[in-house]
């Protein structure tokens, strides 16, 4: 049996780090309701972006003449995959699921003969996919600096496939973040961006629209800014969906750590209480000896 | 006629307008009730928009305006309040337009198509400047 000080020290350090990750779960929470904030101040103008994509991509679909954003390199050869993961870690599996799905994700394409190179967003999901895929990892792209997401973060990243697609260094790119279903459900999702596809629910509006300049020109102007604004899109629900899973982790961490309080309590109490016990009978039967 | 002005990060406008005056690319517009509907890309500049007696300026670079039969709405990737405008927020701008150039001079040296868009995109900017009052740096080119 551990002794009564050993047990006062347990006690005492769970419960200083049941202090640690409740505070880290109300500010989590604090985090999560900005985050959101953010997400659904960005709705209007990816919503608006979409449907005007929707009509210009259906027109331009066909033709040959179609910006290469849009109908491809005429390869799927060799397959980006964009990995979105957060810089921090003590989120749960946030990070570990959406690794995993790139991973089985990049297997599969292997399987197929591809050639796959990674490019990660954020630190932790670097980490994770270093020892697999070391040799696949092309770039990571840092966001440790990065306290507010801005259009501007999501702009860098697109610049930098951007940048890889004209040079001709892959055909498809895929971009693998945790979609924010609520606190305690992240789903982690795969999205095509290059070739640009209009997500489905988009239909091209019946209005006959007047282009200035011509159609192609706008579509040659915008497809960049579409991958620009889909990566802005994921960036914000990733940043949702790492604060709700860090905010459901600590929540259990906290509650388990204060059954682990209550279990090491009851231990105490029944050591003390045994150890009075033994010193009665020792007082005892020393007084019925004499 | 419903005026909106987005951007990425916010919606920054939503109002009832009588004209609206669109930097577009291939020339400025206004836009009254009844107008055709259009889809015009926007170049760097000041946007304009007269609503009951009182008119709201915005500096906005990059997207596109669509205009329908319900009003119409501005899509900008970078959209600022005239007053809000700040000398920093205007070096970034200017920034970006030269980053635009000179990557348009790597990439396409032999073509001066994308050349010459950017070098305009930075005239554009150096106009914007003026108009509203503030430096710009002058464009390397």
Known sequence: MPNLKDLKNRIASVKSTRKITKAMQMVAAAKLRRAQEAAEQSRPYTERFLAVMAGLSSAAEGSDSAPKLLSGTGSDQVHMLVVMTSERGLCGGFNTNIVKLAKSHATKLQGQGKTVKILTVGKKGRDQLKRDFGDLLVGHVDMSDVKRMSYGDAQGVAKNVLGRFDDGEFDVATIFFGKFQNVVTQIPTAQQIIPFAVPEGYEASETLYDYEPDEEAILADLLPRAVATAIFAALLENAASEQGARMSAMDNATRNAGDMIDQLTIEYNRSRQAVITNELIEIISGAEAL | M????????????????????????????????????????????????????????????????????????????????????TQDEMDAMCDEAQDVYNRAKQAAANEPGPVDDAVKLMADMVAVGSEIGLNTKQPSL
Request: proline share 5%; net charge negative; glycine share 10%.
């Open chain 2, 2 to 85: 419903q005026f909106d002005l987005v951007s990425p990060e916010r919606e920054l406008a939503s109002m009832e307008a009588a004209a609206v005056q669109i930097p577009g690319a291939d020339g400025d517009m206004t836009v009254m009730a009844d107008h055709a509907p259009t889809i015009t890309t926007l170049r760097p500049g000041l946007l304009r928009v007269e609503a009951s007696g009182s008119t709201h300026e915005y500096v906005v670079t990059g997207g596109f305006a669509e205009i329908n039969a319900q009003g119409v709405s501005v899509l900008a990737e970078r959209a600022v309040a005239r007053g809000d405008m």
